[in-house]
């Protein structure tokens, strides 16, 4: 969250800050693109999102300087200048940490993080995705945007079952979405869609079945971060990468067991389509 940007919460408001980020392409046909996965890491409270970001950037403050290059640009500068260092003024080529760079033990320090708090994904297996939906990238987007809806819809459920936000009581819903991942056809849209199934339900006229409303009052705000500023959406990258390529093992060696002591902290999870 920058500087600039403020979200008041009253004492007993319900706010749910949802982060999400994607790993793999939506894609057919591509051996190793099976394995389409959205998701990331959700909060209750403003103070929470706010506590996590902190001590993720932290800790990626720590980590960060083994993957910096060309430490010789300035010369009055050190390599202990990464540490402290702003996307403006860095004076070296110091990547932002992203789940296919990690080493091992870096991947699992921020996983072991990220796990003390609610986690969710939604795992797309690609070959079984209709084959109209990869012919543009507006159905792609359209796509997304149906995997989007769902995996909110299921936190929301879950929330509710665990009595952990109250229905029957206004929510505040805010997606913070990585905008490099994003092709959707427009959040305003998007926005509304979710507002609709949430607040009102839906009917699915093909087969003739509805869907009740499980919110009596929800407002949606969805935001697209660059992700190099954000550390709760560069979290929800770690997350979705490290579920996606246990899935894609889970694939090839049909272990499931495997896959789900590797994925057992996870709050959520849908399987599409």
């Not at 051996?31 to 996965?37: A, C, M, S």
């Not at 796990?115 to 543009?136: L, M």
């Not at 949430?198 to 699915?204: D, K, T």
């Amino acid at each position: 969250m920058s500087k600039n940007e403020i979200i008041t919460q009253t004492k007993d408001e319900q706010i749910i800050y949802i982060n999400m980020d994607d790993s793999g392409r939506l894609v057919k046909g591509e051996p190793n693109e099976l394995v389409f996965v959205y998701g990331g890491v959700f909060f209750l409270s403003l103070k929470e999102q706010e506590n996590f970001s902190r001590q993720y950037k932290a800790l990626v403050d720590i980590i960060k300087p083994n993957y910096c290059k060309d430490f010789k640009r300035d010369s009055n500068l050190s390599e202990a200048h990464c540490v402290s260092h702003n996307y403006q003024n860095c004076k070296y080529n110091c990547p932002e940490l992203k789940s296919n760079m990690l080493k091992p033990q870096d991947r699992r320090r921020l996983l072991n993080f990220i796990k003390k708090y609610d986690t969710s994904v939604a795992v797309v297996s690609n070959y079984k995705v209709k084959d109209y939906i990869f012919d543009s990238k507006a159905s792609k987007g359209r796509f997304k945007d149906y995997i989007i809806k769902r995996e909110v819809k299921k936190i929301i459920e879950n929330l509710i079952s665990q009595n952990r936000i109250n229905s029957a009581q206004p929510v505040k819903l805010v997606l913070n979405l990585d905008e490099q991942s994003t092709v959707s056809n427009g959040y305003y849209d998007l926005e509304s869609s979710i507002k609709e199934e949430l607040q009102f339900g839906i009917m699915n006229y093909d087969y003739g079945i509805s869907f009740p409303p499980i919110l009596s009052s929800v407002t949606v705000k969805i935001k697209y971060k660059n992700s190099y500023y954000n550390y709760s959406v560069q979290a929800a990258d770690l997350l979705v990468g490290e579920v996606r390529h246990a899935y894609y093992n889970y694939l090839q060696n049909n272990d499931f067991v495997a896959y789900r002591k590797r994925t057992n902290f996870l709050n959520t999870s849908i399987y599409l389509p």
